[in-house]
């Protein structure tokens, strides 16, 4: 690993994944306890229709994409908010209409030879440091108002109710939520890609979940096995050959699984030795 650390890109992909993973552990953690992976794939999805008109319009494709994802952001809160019962049909047509619109204007695009896979699978080894700096800014201000909104944020997430009650601005808070899952999903898509950028989001903080007591140990565990997923994924695909998004996920998948196959290990030896006490005890 040392040796490939001399090449910038790979030095830049490393940054990149550290910046990602924190972003990962913070929001990941939220969009987890607060059982939003549906709206987060629909943010991540429909934000494809941003990259669409980055392209065909000349605009910086960060700039353009953010926008458009946080634009997605606030649409989905707002019918999640006032028609909780037609959410999930208007979150699949915005995921899809977005997804089209993107393909479309990339079909319009004049002279148009950008990587299409790239922004579908991730293309970390690309990164460049005009995206690095951007990525930096956007990570330490989503750390910066979680921080801020702490108590507020947990106080929703575990109890929307409970938030009403005490007049915490629960609206706003959500608003704010998807707000900065668009903004983490726009900084996932060169490490990841839009279509494995939620299981990046999601697979670490659920892991951490089983070993946390509470939301800000569940952040740091999520972050610290983010961390440790893309950097061994990184590490695989360059050393394979492979593509680096979906290398990471699959490092992910394998952790997923493995915490999983843990458990029922532990829950099945632990009752076993229940089941010999119980046996020792009745003689």
Same mark, same amino acid.
């Given at each position: ?34 059982r ?10 429909a ?19 953010l926008?458009?994802?946080l ?7 707002a ?6 019962? #037609?959410?999930?049909?208007?979150? !699949? ?24 896979m ?9 990164v ?19 921080g ?17 009650? #005490?007049g915490?601005p ?26 494995l950028?939620?299981?990046?989001l ?13 939301l ?36 992910? !998948? ?9 458990? #029922? ?6 009752s076993? #030795? ?6 020792v005890?009745s003689?």
């Open positions: 690993m040392p040796e490939i650390l001399q090449f910038e890109f790979m030095q830049n992909a490393l940054c990149a994944s550290i910046l990602a993973s924190m972003i990962c552990g913070v929001i990941g953690t939220l969009v987890v306890v607060n939003i992976v549906f709206i987060s794939g629909g943010i991540a999805h934000a494809y229709g941003g990259i669409g008109i980055a392209f065909f319009f000349g605009l910086p494709y960060l700039a353009a994409t926008g458009f994802s634009l997605i952001a606030a649409i989905m809160a019918v999640t908010l006032k028609a909780k019962h #037609r959410a999930d049909t208007v979150i !699949g047509v915005l995921w899809a209409v977005g997804m089209a619109l993107g393909v479309l204007l990339l079909d319009m695009t004049p002279g148009y030879n950008a990587d299409l790239s922004y579908l699978f991730g293309s970390i080894l690309t460049p440091d005009s995206d690095l700096r951007l990525m930096l800014l956007l990570t330490v201000g989503i750390i910066l108002t979680v801020y909104f702490y108590n507020d944020l947990l106080a929703m997430s575990y109890d929307e109710e409970f938030a009403r009650v #005490r915490l629960a609206g706003f808070l959500y608003f704010l939520l998807l707000g900065m899952i668009a903004v983490s999903v726009v900084m996932l898509i060169r490490v990841a890609g839009l279509i950028v939620i299981a990046l999601t697979i670490p903080p659920y892991i951490a979940e089983r070993y946390s007591k509470s800000s140990m569940m952040m740091l565990v999520s972050g610290l096995l983010s961390t440790g997923f893309t950097l061994a994924g990184l590490w695989i695909s360059y050393a394979f050959n492979l593509t680096s998004g979906a290398t990471i996920i699959m490092v992910s !998948g394998t952790g997923f699984f493995v915490s999983i196959l843990s458990d #029922r290990v532990k829950a099945g030896f632990r076993y #030795r229940k089941d010999e006490d119980n046996d005890s003689l």
